[in-house]
């Protein structure tokens, strides 16, 4: 159980161009979903907390008209990054609550701005 | 807010010995100290976790231990196999924090065979 997938696993874009990602719960309904990026070898730096049906908290320093969160039901969430440029290039990984504490990880979505 | 410190940041061990892996928190309202374990390309898996209720849980060959009053918790992996080679992480959260967890700075670890 608590198995979050996350589409595409591997994108490669244009820059200047949009890149949607989307983050599912499969087997549970998330009350929250979070947003990481993940720099090489480096730890997880949130992004932002989304709850269904409301606007995402994002944290100090992202961008919320650059990374377009949208958080429309239960088990799924996505994460847009308008705009791209190959400084957004990394690593990206969503996680979901049930309503507990703990969190589940998607396997994460590797970015490439060209 | 809170800040998780992590050490080792690398660790080797042989085969069939163990690995310790300590972190440390500043904000004592924290309660719940979940360990991911990262594979390269993935996602990170959570593979155990406590709570500030809770001194010591053991699942088969790891195990976390906590110490409130020293505000630290480690995680001991024994008879370590080669499988065991990833990035782990700690966290801390508190239920003020929104659930928000706070992630130490990772120690990536290779058993060798």
């Known amino acids: 159980g608590a198995v979050v997938s996350q589409h595409p696993s591997r994108v490669i874009c244009k820059s200047g161009t949009s890149v949607k990602i989307e983050c599912r719960s499969l087997?549970?309904?998330?009350?929250?979903m979070f947003w990481y990026r993940q720099f090489p070898k480096k730890s997880l730096m949130l992004m932002a907390t989304?709850?269904?049906?409301?606007?995402?908290?994002?944290e100090q320093g992202v961008e919320k008209d650059k990374f377009l969160i949208n958080h429309a039901s239960l088990t799924l969430s996505t994460l847009t990054v308008t705009s791209a440029h190959p400084e957004d290039s990394s690593f990206y990984i969503c996680?979901?609550?049930?309503?507990?504490?703990?969190?589940?990880f998607g396997p994460g979505t590797r970015l490439l701005v060209l | 807010g809170e800040n998780v410190e992590q050490h080792p940041s690398t660790l080797s061990v042989q085969e069939g010995d163990s690995a310790v892996i300590k972190c440390t928190y500043s904000?004592?309202?924290?309660?719940?100290f979940p360990w991911y374990k990262q594979e390269l390309g993935k996602g990170p898996q959570l593979i155990i976790d406590?709570?500030?209720?809770?001194g010591e849980k053991k699942d088969q060959r790891i195990a976390v231990t906590l110490n409130k009053t020293a505000k630290h918790f480690s995680l001991h992996i024994t008879e370590t196999q080669p499988e065991d080679s990833a990035v782990y992480f700690c966290?801390?959260?508190?239920?003020?924090?929104?659930?928000?967890?706070?992630f130490g700075t990772g120690t990536s670890l290779t058993v060798i065979p």
């Open positions: 996680s979901a609550q049930m309503g507990g504490k703990t969190q589940y």
């Open positions: 087997d549970f309904q998330a009350t929250t």
């Open positions: 989304s709850n269904e049906g409301s606007k995402a908290t994002y």
């Open positions: 904000d004592s309202a924290s309660n719940y």
């Open positions: 406590i709570r500030s209720n809770v």
């Open positions: 966290a801390a959260s508190t239920d003020v924090s929104g659930n928000q967890f706070y």
